[in-house]
């Protein structure tokens, strides 16, 4: 039986079977985070088929005072990064914790910033008097 993920949203991967039951979506959701000397440590939680799986993916304290990820994006930015990985296998199993490289902060900051480009020319709106 072949299974091949389709993403749906955030947070939702469904997938489809060639015949039979239809599996359960599956959800990501965050966690947390807790300091380590290594980087912030983001946990996000996996459920769905079997088991829920726990993934730790951190990033380094140098990409916070670099500017390449800002803290209030941090746990989209291991979102996008856990969805990525789920969309290519699906039953992912989780490992050590997973550090994130500048490439990974860069795609990021790419998919952002193609998504909203109408949100950096919007302006407030001005009160009516």
């Known amino acids: 039986m072949a299974i091949s993920p389709t993403p749906t949203g ?3 991967v469904v ?3 060639s015949g039979g039951a239809k599996p359960r979506p599956v959800s990501v959701r965050y966690m947390g985070f807790r300091c380590t000397n290594q980087g912030r440590e983001y946990t996000l939680r996996v459920d769905g088929e079997g088991d ?3 993934f730790v993916l951190v990033i380094p304290h140098v990409a916070f005072t670099e500017k390449q990820a800002r803290f209030q994006d941090a ?3 291991c979102f996008a ?3 990525r990985e789920l969309a290519i296998d699906s039953l992912l199993v989780p490992g050590p914790p997973q550090v994130l490289t500048p490439a990974d902060l860069a795609e990021y900051r790419e998919m952002q910033a193609k998504r909203s480009p109408e949100r950096k020319r ?8």
């Open 75 to 77: 746990p989209d930015v």
């Open 52 to 54: 829920p799986r726990m």
């Open 10 to 12: 955030p947070g939702i």
């Open 15 to 17: 997938h489809s079977t």
């Open 81 to 83: 990064k856990l969805q």
């Open 122 to 129: 919007r302006r407030p709106p001005v009160p009516s008097q």
